[in-house]
């Protein structure tokens, strides 16, 4: 199912934000693009995902700013004095002479840090790249949900009109063995017209039991509704339930074609053409869903 959702969190002298976009896809596939920074947040990140999305492939994009602090410029103070400690006792020990001064010690590795140069840390800043992912997957799922309401609405209509068929076709059926008999009985007195010989009134209701029998579509029916009444709970139910339907439409597709086979009726036949059509139309938005 697609959606998007973009979400910020801030931490010490840092602003970290996530992207969320997904398209439809029948498996979940997560694509995570984030600063080398951040590298150690892409296991978690993935698996956060996964907790929500089940189908779908789903672009997940990083950003992480810098942001002004109270403390502008933090000097490193252990740090110099190490840096002072050990040049001084190399000088000593090579017998170097020479001094020391600020600007030198201030430009070393490490000793003055401003916010621009603030590196993330794990332990301290994993918190914010979650709760900013948090907040992107947030308004990315109530996006979803909403379309989800939308395709639950279509859903349910055509499962509706599939069932409208289906009870019309229940009617047309309790009297399909009485039409059996009148064309059976027409083509077998135009035959026997023919021939010159005699209709058997036993022999006829003989072959009209039989082909009724062959074409008795009472079992397919029940299933069918059986079916469709699965798919109504499926619905109420929400959630994933895409790969459900999934396999639900394929059992509904098999019984409205053993119908359309077994029934000759023309008035059935256009039914199950129209089944057949609200059926696709019902596998295409399935595809939307996780």
């Known amino acids: 199912m697609s959606g998007y959702g973009r979400g910020e969190a801030e931490g010490e ?23 080398s920074e951040l590298a150690f947040f892409e296991a978690p990140a993935r698996h956060i995902v996964r907790d929500i999305v089940q189908r779908g492939k789903v672009d ?3 950003t992480i700013a810098r942001t002004a602090s109270t403390e502008a410029v933090r000097v490193n103070r252990d740090l110099a004095g190490s840096y002072f400690r050990a040049l001084h006792e190399l000088g000593t020990d090579l017998g170097l002479e020479g001094s020391l001064d600020l600007n030198t010690l201030a430009g070393l590795p490490g000793v003055i840090a401003t916010p621009e140069s603030a590196t993330l840390e794990p332990d301290r800043d994993a918190a ?12 990315f799922d109530q996006m979803r949900r909403s379309e989800g309401e939308h395709l639950r609405t279509d859903l349910r209509a055509r499962f509706r009109t599939i069932s409208s068929e289906v009870h019309s076709i229940e009617k047309m059926a309790t009297d399909m063995p009485r039409r059996y008999r009148d064309q059976l009985g027409a083509r077998v007195a135009a035959l026997c017209e023919e021939v010159e010989g005699q209709l058997d009134p036993a022999r006829l209701a003989q072959e009209v039991a039989y082909y009724a029998d062959r074409s008795d579509i009472t079992e397919e029916l029940v ?19 895409g790969r ?4 639900l439409i394929q059992e509904l597709h098999r019984e409205i074609n053993t119908i359309g086979s077994k029934a000759k009726a023309t008035e059935i036949a256009d039914m199950v053409i129209e089944m057949k059509s609200e059926l696709e139309r019902i596998r295409e938005q399935v595809q939307n869903i996780e």
């Not at 002298?13 to 600063?35: D, K, L, Q, W, Y």
């Not at 299933?223 to 339930?241: F, I």
């Not at 459900?244 to 396999?247: C, K, T, V």
């Open 13 to 35: 002298s840092i602003r970290i934000g996530f992207e969320a976009r997904a398209v439809n896809h029948r498996f979940c596939r997560v694509t995570v693009h984030m600063p």
């Open 60 to 62: 997940l994009t990083a």
């Open 244 to 247: 459900s339907l999934e396999f």
């Open 223 to 241: 299933r069918l509704s059986s079916h469709l009444t699965k798919g109504e709970e499926l619905l109420a139910e929400g959630g994933a339930v």
């Open 128 to 139: 914010v790249a979650e709760a900013a992912l948090r907040s992107a997957l947030d308004s």
